[in-house]
């Protein structure tokens, strides 16, 4: 799992990081979870990026959490094994990209 934090200047919009998840060639939708929501350890069978559009999202994998917040990024490469929760008590919402490695 690779994490990159946003340094943009000011806040991040959503069309702007939906363009930049589809210029690496992924196929991107929009999600949204409220507070308190927890995703148990999974995988998928593709590789996956998230963009973090409001909110905060911990995702856990490989033993590491990352808290992301606006505009950050993680790349997950097939078949890695992570969870993820909202952090705080504001709703989180994310693009999820995927793609076949």
């Known amino acids: 799992m690779r994490v990159a934090r946003w340094s943009g200047q000011g806040a991040p919009t959503e069309a702007a990081l939906r363009a930049q998840l589809e210029a690496d060639g992924y196929s991107v939708y929009a999600w ?7 995703y148990p350890p999974h995988t998928h069978g593709e590789d996956q990026s998230h963009c973090v559009v409001r909110g905060r999202l911990a995702l856990t994998a490989l033993g590491e ?11 997950l490469p097939a078949g890695t094994v992570h969870s993820a929760r909202v952090v705080g008590g504001e709703p989180v919402t994310y693009l999820i990209g995927s793609k076949r490695g």
């Open 65 to 75: 959490e990352h808290v992301l917040g606006p505009g950050d990024r993680d790349w």
């Open 32 to 38: 949204t979870d409220g507070p308190g929501a927890t």
